[in-house]
């Protein structure tokens, strides 16, 4: 499924694989929302593999086109939030809309962690789940800091 594809974009070649996500990376993330003892295969992480990657793209040239609109050079998580709202992906909006709330919250708090130099890393599965089934409530308030 992930063959090796030249495109040249202009600025030299680059392999097909280049422009997707590690896939263990996705496989952990496909792994989490299975009963423990389920298998993936390899075509199902592959596939996934290339529709996350693509999906992303597809949001970031949404936002890009929002910030040449604004004459911006840099994408910020308002673009993003626009960028699902006209793509029509509404509940996503509204879970980047509270996960950036959270996050600036935690950042807010945590002047000290980030003079360490510490990644941030805020759970937002239950704001997706809870947008997917049409409701509000902000049941879990899932924020983990990963050293």
Avoid: W
């Amino acid at each position: 499924m992930a063959e090796s594809i030249h495109i040249n974009s202009g600025q030299g070649s680059m392999n097909g694989q280049d422009h997707l996500l590690p896939i263990a990376n996705v496989g952990k993330i496909m792994k989490q929302a299975l009963p423990q003892g389920a298998k993936i295969s390899k075509e199902a992480k592959e596939t996934m593999q290339e529709c996350a990657s693509e999906f992303i793209a597809f949001v970031t040239g949404e936002a890009s086109e929002k910030c040449r609109e604004g004459k911006r050079k840099t994408i910020n998580g308002e673009d993003v939030i626009c960028a699902f709202k006209t793509l029509g992906l509404d509940h996503y909006a509204d879970a980047m809309e509270r996960y950036l709330y959270k996050y600036r919250e935690h950042v807010e708090k945590s002047e000290v962690e980030r003079h360490h130099n510490k990644s941030l890393q805020i759970d937002i599965t239950d704001e997706l789940s809870t947008a997917r089934r049409g409701s509000t409530s902000d049941k879990n308030e899932n924020i983990r800091t990963f050293f």
